[in-house]
């Protein structure tokens, strides 16, 4: 792999910057894999990475039907941070954030990691006895964290209005530090070199169209252009799609695939330094390098495959970010866009065997998929390459949903779903 | 935002109106008690979620508060019909 | 002062009205009808930008939406600040102040350019995915320089002192751009009795019709808009919109206009006018004429000030009476860019040259070009331009059929503007917001509208279609259509007659080429905004960046405030010649809302501050208010939190409120709890269905407190439910689960059991509930009424009508504090009244108001839950340990049965609600606080559970707390600790939840 650094772009831009080899090869797949990814998002490039790089396993073929990174990775609003409640799921979290800080030297690929700090705020009692009981587990288990009073806001984003004046005011906030936000796009882009370094055979604008399954072990996928690639096992890292592949394997999953809206302003000055979401008002911002104030809106009710959803929420967020900040409202909005993000009824994902043989599935994310990407890939590749769940995975089990072990994070979704 | 046709009050409304509440024609086993713990985590959680044609529950929830069914596509949000509770819909994926 | 490129005479502004505006901190003077940028333009700046990575000088390239250059700030205060404001499309009006939003110290001189310049060669697209990464440490450091530089306004730092409205609207056909062709189908839907809406985003209609000196009938065609205008008006069911944008086209023909109201009248709104408004529109059927945006084309140097494209030119010499420059060349592959040679010769200033890629173009223009003895040098491209801030002069050299390489030598010409005109693309946006496909149509070299499942038509430009005539003509077909469709008759429209003007065909050409490669000639621009240039297309697309939604995000193309208006198509076809691809296969992409930018205070609308969530008070509220109540948000109401009296601190009101209950009686405004009244026959075997508990035998006037469920047996509300009648219940629910209770149980009535015989209505609003508890609330109740209120005839759990007060009232002998407790409901009318009454004749008893915090306090105390403090979703009735309100005797499968057998449900361990005593009894454990078993452990910790509610009580004189504890139901007595984030460890006994009264002796006197 060529190394990247500031002296090769001072080299190469000697030579015109005509001279860079590719990110990634454009193979023609083989007709055998040991394993095959269904889904070139960030989790199932990183699940690659992680089978190639810590398992020593590269005879690996990644299928997407788009292009790398062309759904929830290019649609999410980029917040990264592990302040989650419950045990299981603050450790999966936690485990993506270490692999977070160092990933850019680990991929050689700068994924612009910023850790500018996460600010969940509370506006009702409830809210801040809730953020306590997340802070306290955070913080035993070994998580950053820490409880603020408005004055503590206030010195960190300046301009939110942390007065009592309005309807539901401030009281106090959760905040991360390590938190932060990243560069969504080379997220994946920096997985996928990193993949296809190890020889990792990336087939992109190829769509599975179906799965070969002989006495309940799958055996390979059916391709609508490469026919059919036979495979020793096969995980599924669809998202929003997770419902349709499972179709194939002729199971019902715990899912719902609603749109989430996402929207940004003209790009500014740098005006807010941080991440603040608020589940209460329903919004979270922060602002991106180039300028844009990142926002992210609640889910759709209706089930939606359309990458869009309905403007009322659109216009909810906007209402709550215009009262966090008033001062924002002469600002503009620029653009706004939907991803389709697959929820399961506790707002946990969903690392899994299913009842199909050498068939796993990652997905239920919900709308916190992006932030575990790194953790997500790793555990995902362990339970690929050994069969077995990786134990952190362990918990995130499809069956949950049949004896009741539910992990209930709707509290710490940063989302209502 | 989509414009929906209430079936009760016979009236096109908003979106805003209404709220939807998961995938229609789910009905309570019977006898609950003889259930295994599979087949009644399957009737809480287990759903179709189909890209394509799918039988919608909603509730008319700022307007007459009644339930009804919407038979919509999932990827182009076109609303095929609506049907009451208790009735068959008419437009069914193939 | 004058302005220098300003015309004697014609456009449309008006020299009888001069205004002044300032441009970066200097005077300048415009008329009123001009735009920023014609203003600008009229006095001779050129520059009005710095580019954002290479910080190169620009200039105003076009006359519209899609200009991606001229984007400045505004406003004359902190206040109004407005950022990003495209000139091109901001009215002059007198004492606006404006300012080029980078460079420094100003944007005529910036340093940065020099590390432009110089690191211009190491910044290709995604040089920051290459770098920075060394050391580690350093990223934040980076990072805060690149985000100094990123951006491009500012925002504000005070509080719009503006407002804003959101209308809904409903018509038959919005009509979306008011040119030829909007114009055409508004007269035909309007004339035939439908309900318009026409919006176009200028301020005045007609389109491109303003931009030339084209006649309709012989007429100037402005005079054909102003009849078509004047007939719209008077139609009452017209809405016409200019200064509207229709910024999103959402499903179902759901469509968002953006009317900017007083943006051209004054920095500030004039009192009691919006500034701007949004219409939320359901149309019935749309007509898109929103029609096209001529596209430059990619050249050497084509960013330097005086390149603009070729229609621009025209629209500011004939709208705006403004000649943008001295000595103009022209570069173009069609007829249409031969226009601003014609418009800029006629204004009295000197064509250079016209450049036409084509080698024989035959055309009614060019001869008209001929005619004016303008030169034309054909075959040939402007493949350099030179100059920095401002075109000096052009290289011109002759090309090869293909237009892939340069064939001749380079002819240098001396000129200060270039005009550029490499065709035109359809404005498809809007189709494009709802996620139909555009389809790349060769013959016009342009995306048009793909299929669609709105309600939607198209028509002029947005087809492909230019020429004014048949424009028209496609505005009468789409409006006659829309009429047909919302069936109405059509009424007829006569057409003007437009100007036939003979066209040569045009070239596809989009990138010119150069005499060194792409990747060694000087910068050719394909998105000015975000600096994206043709080599650094091709590099994406060598480096493996092949699907244009990769361009697109490693280049940044596209995701500029323009979002590529006027680059995409040239991006595209970069990609594609260097994928050796066709356009249609490189894909295009999806456009979004917004069209153009709106401000977030537009979408918000009314509903922010006071409006953002409606309030709602109790009958009593403003007796709370005066009182001096702190008030808690309890989902959207204000709910009394305490009543301090002078000089105390919290706990001190606590305390106060906790012991006048405890001692002699306190009152609690309990009418926010959500009450639904349920009748019918079936109405007892429904509430036994939907609680986990009996109600079969409930008699009437007796009340029972009940467990709500979900399927997964997990406890999600509770309240007490009296019988007031064998087919009438009354259910009262938590203040903030009502709405979502009262949606249950229709849930549960139309879908699963619809032969059941049940009714439902919320009665929330319909009472008052004044809740006076104490050992003296019985001799207090009693003043106030004849009823015989004794323990005898009135015991626990019974509830009575009679009369308070003089008023009729339900009251509940219940008690959510363990002390004998009466609940009085009366009607929210009334409500007042009996609280007042109650005041007067409990002064003798020290009646004391109490908010919800001591109501918490009272009922810890008595180990009562709190459904939402005490529950999380996650627990079930024995989790509480509850399990006396859950009846498995019933005949019916409850909802939520089921659910509590799962086996994680009856698994041994379970986190389970108990109490907490801490062993230093002054010691209050904070709310959430972690337990663990052994606190020396390492991180991480295991943890045992939390503390859910956790209080001062004054009448135990200890602390009182409850939480879970994993198996704690079997673990009473046992030591738990509760690590604090300040260090300190909180050492605690397991015990009974329940501290006051175990045996309920004080609420059954």
């Keep these: 792999m060529q190394r990247y650094s500031g002296f090769g772009l001072l080299k190469h831009s000697l030579t015109h910057h005509e001279n860079w080899q590719r990110t990634w090869r454009n193979p023609t797949p083989k007709k055998e894999y040991d394993v095959v990814i269904i889904g070139g998002g960030g989790h199932g490039l990183a699940t690659a990475y992680y089978l190639a790089k810590e398992h020593g396993i590269t005879n690996v073929a990644v299928i997407e039907k788009g292009y790398l990174g062309g759904g929830n990775t290019a649609r999410n609003t980029t917040i990264v941070r592990s302040n989650y409640l419950w045990d299981e799921s603050a450790h999966l979290y936690e485990h993506a954030m270490k692999l977070w800080e160092g990933l850019s030297q680990d991929l050689n690929y700068n994924v612009m990691f910023s850790q500018r700090g996460v600010l969940n705020l509370g506006h009702t009692l409830q809210d801040m006895r809730d953020i306590e009981r997340r802070v306290n587990a955070n913080r035993l288990n070994g998580i950053d964290g820490e409880v603020l009073d408005p004055q503590q806001i206030k010195e960190i984003v300046p301009h939110m209005d942390c007065s009592d004046n309005t309807r539901y005011p401030i009281m106090g906030a959760s905040w991360q530090p390590r938190g932060g936000v990243a560069r969504h796009d080379a997220v994946a882009w920096g997985f996928a070199r990193g993949a296809d370094s190890y020889g990792v055979d990336l087939i992109q604008e190829t769509e599975v169209t179906g799965l070969i399954i002989e006495d309940g072990t799958i055996v390979g996928v059916k391709t609508n252009r490469y026919g059919d690639i036979k495979a020793g096992r096969v995980g599924s890292v669809v998202a929003g799609n997770s419902s349709v592949v499972a179709k194939m394997a002729g199971f019902d999953l715990p899912l719902e695939s609603h749109p989430l809206q996402a929207l940004v302003s003209e790009p500014i000055k740098p005006i807010l330094d941080t991440v603040v979401m608020s589940n209460h008002v329903h919004g979270y911002v922060s602002q991106s390098d180039k300028g844009d104030l990142v926002i992210g809106a609640g889910i759709d009710s209706y089930t939606g495959y359309g990458q869009r959803g309905s403007y009322p929420t659109i216009e909810h967020t906007v209402q709550a970010i215009v009262e966090l900040f008033p001062i924002f409202s002469r600002v503009r909005m620029n653009r706004q866009w939907g991803g389709i993000v697959d929820t399961c009824p506790d707002a946990c994902p969903i690392i899994s065997k299913t009842p199909v043989k050498n068939l796993f599935f990652n997905c239920g994310w919900g709308t916190g998929g992006f932030k575990a990407t790194p953790g997500s890939g790793n555990v995902f590749a362990a339970s690929l390459a050994s069969g077995e769940m990786h134990p952190m995975a362990e918990p995130f089990s499809m069956f949950r949903f049949h004896d009741g072990a539910l992990i209930d994070e709707h509290g710490a979704a940063g989302v209502a779903h | ?94 | 002062m004058t302005q220098p490129n300003r015309l004697q005479s014609g456009g449309r502004i008006d020299r009888s009205k001069p205004l002044t505006f300032t441009y970066n901190g200097k005077q300048y003077k415009g008329y009123q009808g001009d735009t920023l940028a014609s203003a600008i333009l009229a006095n001779g700046i050129d520059v009005v930008s710095r580019s954002f990575k290479y910080s190169r000088p620009r200039g105003i390239v076009a006359a519209g939406a899609e200009e991606p250059n001229a984007i400045l700030q505004l406003g004359a205060s902190e206040a109004t600040q407005v950022p990003n404001v495209r000139a091109t499309q901001q009215e002059l009006f007198n004492g606006l102040v404006s300012q080029a939003t980078n460079g420094w110290p100003n944007v005529d001189t910036d340093v940065m350019s020099i590390i432009g310049k110089v690191g211009g060669k190491m910044m290709p697209p995604g040089f920051y995915y290459k770098t920075f990464m060394f050391p580690e440490s350093l990223w934040n450091t980076y990072e805060s320089l690149i985000r100094k530089a990123a951006g491009m306004g500012r925002s504000p730092l005070e509080n719009d002192p503006d407002f804003y409205d959101n209308v809904n609207q409903h018509c038959d056909v919005l009509i979306v751009g008011a040119g030829p062709a909007g114009l055409a189908a508004a007269l035909t839907v309007a004339r035939s009795g439908a309900r318009v809406i026409l919006a176009d985003e200028q301020n005045e209609f007609g389109g491109n019709l303003l931009s030339t000196k084209e006649t309709l009938d012989g007429q100037p065609a402005s005079a054909w808009v102003n009849a078509v205008t004047k007939e719209l008006r008077s139609y009452d069911d017209v809405m016409l919109l200019p200064r509207s944008t229709v910024n999103g086209y959402h499903d179902h023909n759901f469509v968002t206009i953006h009317e900017r109201c007083t943006d051209h009248l004054s920095d500030i709104a004039p009192v009691n006018q919006a500034r701007q408004r949004l219409h939320r529109v359901r149309a019935k059927w749309v007509v898109l004429a929103t029609g096209a945006h001529e596209r430059p084309l990619v050249y050497s140097n084509n960013d330097v000030p005086g390149c603009m494209v070729s229609g621009a030119v025209s629209t500011y010499i004939n709208r705006y009476g403004v000649v943008p420059g001295n000595a103009l060349v022209v570069t173009t592959t069609n007829d249409y860019g031969y226009q601003s040679a014609l418009d800029w010769h006629d204004a009295g200033r000197k064509v250079v040259a016209v450049v036409d890629t084509r080698a024989n173009p035959v055309g009614e223009r060019i001869e008209a070009a001929r005619q004016r003895g303008i030169k034309i040098i054909t075959g040939s491209a402007v493949i350099e331009v030179q100059g920095s801030k401002r075109v000096s002069g052009v290289s011109v050299a002759t090309i090869s059929a293909d237009g892939n390489k340069v064939t001749g030598s380079v002819t240098k010409l001396g000129a200060d503007t270039v005009a550029t005109s490499g065709g035109w693309s359809p404005v498809i946006h809007l189709s494009s917001h709802t996620g139909s496909r555009p389809i790349w149509n060769d013959e016009i070299v342009g995306f048009v509208p793909g299929k669609t499942v709105q309600k939607q038509l198209t028509a002029g430009g947005i087809n492909g279609c230019y020429h004014t005539g048949a424009v028209l003509l496609e505005g009468l077909n789409a409006g006659l259509e829309a009429v047909a469709n919302v069936g109405l008759n059509a009424a007829e429209v006569v057409l003007p007659t437009a100007e036939d003007v003979k066209e040569g065909a045009p070239m596809t050409l989009f990138h010119i080429p150069h005499l060194k490669p792409t990747s060694q000639a000087p910068k050719q621009f394909v998105d000015y905004q975000t600096d994206v240039t043709a080599a650094g297309i091709e590099l994406a697309c060598r480096e493996g960046f092949e699907s244009i939604e990769h361009v697109k995000r490693y280049t940044a193309m596209g995701f500029g405030t323009d979002q590529g208006k006027l680059g995409n198509i040239n991006g595209m076809a970069v990609a594609a010649k260097a994928l050796n691809k066709t356009i249609p296969e490189t894909g295009t992409t999806i456009f979004r809302p917004n069209y153009t930018p709106i401000s977030f205070g537009a979408i918000a609308g009314r509903n922010c501050g006071a409006l953002f969530d409606p309030k709602r008070y109790s009958a009593m509220h403003m007796w709370h208010v005066e009182r001096g109540a702190k008030f808690e948000d309890v989902g959207q109401w204000k709910r009394p939190w305490y009543f301090p009296q002078a000089g105390e601190n919290m706990q001190q009101s606590l305390d106060r409120e906790c012991l006048a209950v405890r001692q002699s009686v306190g009152i609690l405004d309990a009418s926010t709890l959500g009450k639904i009244d349920i009748q019918g026959k079936d109405a007892r075997e429904f509430l036994g269905r939907i609680y986990s508990n009996a109600w079969a035998k409930l008699a009437v006037g007796k009340c029972r407190y009940g467990l709500m469920c979900g399927e997964d047996g997990m406890v999600f509300d509770d309240g007490v439910s009296a019988c007031l009648g064998e087919n009438h219940f009354l259910m009262t629910t938590t203040t903030g689960g009502a709405a979502r209770v009262l949606e249950w149980l229709e849930l549960y009535h139309q879908t699963e059991w619809p032969e059941l015989e049940v009714y439902f209505n919320t009665v929330t609003d319909h009472w008052s509930t004044l809740t006076i508890s104490g050992p003296n609330s019985r001799k207090l109740l009693s003043e106030l009424t004849d009823a015989d209120v004794t323990n005898e005839n009135f015991s626990f759990m019974d509830w009575k009508q009679i009369t308070v007060a003089g008023v009729p009232a339900r009251v509940f002998r219940i008690s959510f504090t363990g002390e004998l407790t009466f609940e009085i409901n009366v009607q929210a009318n009334y409500g007042m009244h009996v609280w007042k009454q109650l005041f007067k004749a409990g002064a003798q008893y020290n009646l004391t108001p109490y908010g919800t915090e001591t109501m918490h306090i009272l009922r810890a105390e008595k180990g009562f839950i709190i459904a939402g403090q005490d529950t999380d979703g996650s627990v079930h009735p024995f989790d509480l340990g509850m399990g006396w309100c859950v009846s498995n005797q019933k005949p019916f499968s409850y909802v939520g049965k089921r659910g509590m057998n799962r086996q994680d449900c009856i698994r041994e361990n379970r986190k389970q609600l108990v109490g907490i005593k801490t062993k230093d009894p002054k010691v209050v454990i904070p709310e959430g606080a972690q337990a663990v078993l052994d606190p020396k452990a390492p991180i991480p910790m295991p943890m045992v559970g939390h503390v859910t509610s956790s209080y001062w009580s004054a009448h135990l004189g200890h602390s009182i707390a409850m939480g879970f504890i994993k198996g704690g139901l079997t673990k009473m007595g046992e030591t738990v600790y509760y690590p604090l984030a300040d260090g300190t460890v909180i050492e605690a006994e397991i015990c009974s939840p329940i501290f006051l009264d175990p045996k309920g002796e004080r609420q059954n006197v």
């Design chain 2, 1 to 94: 935002m989509f414009h929906i046709y209430c079936p009760h009050c016979a009236e096109y409304r908003e979106e805003e109106e209404f709220h939807a509440v998961g995938q229609a024609h789910i009905a309570r086993p019977a006898d609950p008690d003889a259930c295994s713990d599979k087949e009644w985590g399957e009737y809480m959680f287990f759903r179709k979620n189909p890209r394509g044609i799918h039988h919608e529950l909603w509730v008319h929830a700022a307007g007459c508060r009644k339930f009804f069914n919407i038979t919509r596509d999932t990827q182009n949000y076109d609303i095929k019909e609506v049907y009451k509770i208790g009735e068959k819909p008419s437009v069914v994926a193939e």
